[in-house]
Nanobody, 126 residues
Framework: QVQLMESGGGSVQAGDSLGVSCVGS????????IGWFRQAPGKERTFVAA????????FYADSVKGRFTISRNNREKTVYLLMNSLKPEDTAVYRC???????????????????WGQGTQVTVHS
């Protein structure tokens, strides 16, 4: 198993950029697909972006495609999510999650992911 910890959240103005990170606790991190999900109060948790264990493939929700970039550095046991051109509707708690892809679920499906971080708050003001 692996423990995950997010960092980098904060409060920004619309149009700004923000990067959030997901750091794994051990070497097994490099074996997992990593997904980012977000949830605003009173709303469903939704998929944001995901990356395979080696740095590819990558997937993005339509709502963030072209604005967000996911990448990873397995040597550092870290996955990054760079969020550009932030919008108020991006406001949410962002959580990263780790899962082994070969379990029948797609990268975009939260059921793939077994291990979850606590989340980091991203707030975008208009």
């Amino acid at each position: 198993q692996v423990q995950l910890m997010e960092s980098g959240g904060g409060s920004v103005q619309a149009g700004d950029s923000l990067g959030v990170s997901c750091v794994g606790s051990n070497r097994s991190f490099s074996n997992y697909a990593i997904g980012w999900f977000r949830q605003a109060p009173g709303k469903e948790r939704t998929f944001v972006a995901a990356v395979g264990w080696s740095g590819g493939p990558t997937f993005y929700a339509d709502s963030v495609k072209g604005r967000f970039t996911i990448s990873r550095n397995n040597r550092e046991k870290t996955v990054y999510l760079l969020m550009n051109s932030l919008k108020p509707e991006d406001t949410a708690v962002y959580r990263c999650a780790a899962g082994y892809y070969s379990d029948g679920y797609h990268y975009t499906d939260e059921r793939l992911y077994e291990y979850w971080g606590q989340g980091t708050q991203v707030t975008v003001h208009s």
